[in-house]
């Protein structure tokens, strides 16, 4: 029994392929814990400012309802309520997009949890450790789990590229930043007629 315990050793190729799909699970969890954090400010930060509309919007109300004889002030007072109205569904706008981060979250580990289980089930069974049909099976199985563009990036970076877990980090929250950075621009040139 001794024996075939010694045997069933991991070589260090697995090792590797399986070092590659942890830096690949860490790196998800990582960016995931990035993206959350960020929503997490932006929707602490639009609840904040939508509660403050809401008082000016029910100030302003009240104010309609005392000066209901008066016309100019009333017209005011409905601009006001106009642009409080409008500023506030910007706001509401912005909670939603962040809201949605929780689905990439949920999605990332999900995948996470899908990678880790089939390293489980390589490493757990002696002839597949061993077996490089199975590991080139269970790397086209994570890259076919990679959903999202970030996802893909992470996997080319580790898999392909074998750019250290780390580095690979902070090229993907670079990329990120610049591509969220070019989203506010491409809102902002949008023209409304």
Same mark, same amino acid.
């Not at 090792?15 to 990582?30: E, G, H, K, Y």
């Not at 814990?33 to 509660?51: A, H, P, R, W």
């Not at 000016?56 to 008066?70: F, P, R, T, Y």
């Given at each position: 029994?001794?024996k075939?315990?010694?045997d069933?050793?991991?070589?260090s190729?697995?090792?590797?392929?399986?070092i590659? !799909?942890?830096?690949?699970?860490?790196?998800?969890?990582?960016l995931?814990?990035?993206?959350?954090?960020?929503?997490?400010?932006t929707?602490?930060?639009?609840?904040t400012?939508?509660?403050?509309?809401i008082?000016?919007?029910? #100030?302003?109300?009240?104010?309609?309802?005392?000066?209901s004889? #008066?016309?100019?002030d !009333?017209?005011? @007072?409905t601009n006001?309520?106009l642009?409080?109205a409008?500023?506030l569904?910007?706001?509401?706008?912005?909670?939603?997009i962040?809201?949605?981060?929780y689905?990439?979250?949920?999605q990332?580990?999900?995948?996470?949890s899908?990678?880790?289980?089939?390293?489980? +089930?390589?490493v757990? @069974?002696e %002839?597949k450790?061993?077996?490089?049909? +199975?590991?080139?099976?269970?790397?086209s199985?994570v890259?076919?789990?990679?959903? %999202?563009? +970030?996802?893909?990036?992470?996997?080319?970076l580790?898999f392909?590229q074998? !750019?250290?877990?780390?580095?690979?980090?902070?090229?993907?929250?670079?990329?990120?930043?610049?591509?969220? @950075? #070019?989203?506010? #621009?491409?809102?902002?040139?949008i023209?409304?007629?």
């Amino acid at each position: 029994m001794a024996k075939q315990e010694a045997d069933y050793v991991l070589g260090s190729k697995e090792v590797q392929q399986t070092i590659l !799909v942890l830096n690949l699970s860490i790196a998800q969890i990582d960016l995931s814990i990035t993206e959350g954090d960020n929503s997490v400010n932006t929707l602490i930060d639009s609840f904040t400012y939508m509660s403050q509309h809401i008082q000016q919007i029910q #100030q302003a109300g009240s104010k309609l309802v005392e000066m209901s004889e #008066q016309t100019g002030d !009333v017209d005011n @007072h409905t601009n006001l309520l106009l642009s409080e109205a409008s500023e506030l569904s910007a706001k509401m706008q912005q909670a939603i997009i962040a809201f949605q981060f929780y689905d990439k979250l949920s999605q990332r580990l999900e995948h996470v949890s899908h990678g880790l289980t089939g390293l489980a +089930e390589i490493v757990s @069974h002696e %002839m597949k450790v061993k077996s490089e049909s +199975e590991w080139e099976a269970f790397k086209s199985s994570v890259r076919k789990g990679t959903t %999202m563009r +970030e996802e893909e990036e992470l996997f080319e970076l580790i898999f392909d590229q074998h !750019v250290p877990t780390e580095e690979a980090i902070e090229i993907m929250k670079e990329r990120m930043r610049n591509r969220m @950075h #070019q989203e506010e #621009q491409d809102e902002e040139e949008i023209e409304f007629f």
